[in-house]
């Protein structure tokens, strides 16, 4: 897991364009085959991916969390914007279409994403913040989607 560090409002005004992509930029998130995470000091947020292609991917916690896994004090979002797969949560398996998006409560442990087809193979966003409760584990699919046309 990378980890960064926002600048501070001084440097932050110096900041040229290279350091501005280099503070801010991501560069490799969806990554064929692997689970990418970037943890971000502003919020204690983790931005990540996940591309499934020849096999499932778990998500494992890394040594600065300071946590048995990953959930164990966070709560985690996935939206999907690749091709179909499904995200298994401690044992239940959730089918994930593109634009569907899975909540994944805290205290969850076991949490690894496969796709349907290598050659179109799902691209899960993955975003986490730490949480103080926990709430179900809930699916929304773009099917339930109730748009709101604007204009």
Same mark, same amino acid.
């Given at each position: ?5 926002s $600048?501070?409002? /001084?440097? =932050? ?7 501005l ?12 085959? &692997?689970?990418? *995470? ?7 947020? !983790?931005?990540?991916?996940?591309? $499934?292609?020849? @096999? ?9 969390l300071?946590?048995a896994?990953?959930c ?5 979002g996935? *939206? /999907? !914007?690749? @091709?179909?797969?499904t995200?298994?949560? %401690? @044992?239940?398996?959730y089918?994930?279409?593109?634009? %569907? ?9 076991d949490i690894?994403?496969?796709s &349907? %087809?290598?050659?179109? $193979?799902a ?5 986490? =913040? $730490?949480?103080?409760?926990?709430y179900p ?6 099917? %339930?989607?109730?748009p709101?046309?604007?204009?």
């Open positions: 897991m990378q980890i960064r560090f $600048p501070n409002q /001084n440097d =932050y005004q110096k900041l040229c364009t290279d350091g992509r280099s503070n801010f930029l991501i560069e490799t998130l969806f990554t064929a085959g &692997k689970v990418e *995470l970037v943890y971000s000091d502003a919020d204690r947020a !983790i931005i990540g991916s996940a591309v $499934p292609t020849t @096999g499932a991917l778990k998500l494992v916690t890394d040594a600065e300071r946590a896994y990953f164990e004090r966070r709560e985690l996935v *939206l /999907n !914007i690749g @091709g179909s797969g995200v298994e949560v %401690d @044992g239940k398996k089918e994930m279409n593109k634009l %569907d998006c899975l909540y994944i409560s805290r205290g969850s442990k690894s994403f496969s &349907k %087809d290598q050659a179109n $193979p691209a899960y966003y993955l975003l986490s =913040y $730490p949480a103080h409760a926990a584990t809930t699916l929304a699919t773009i099917k %339930d989607a109730a709101v046309e604007l204009g």
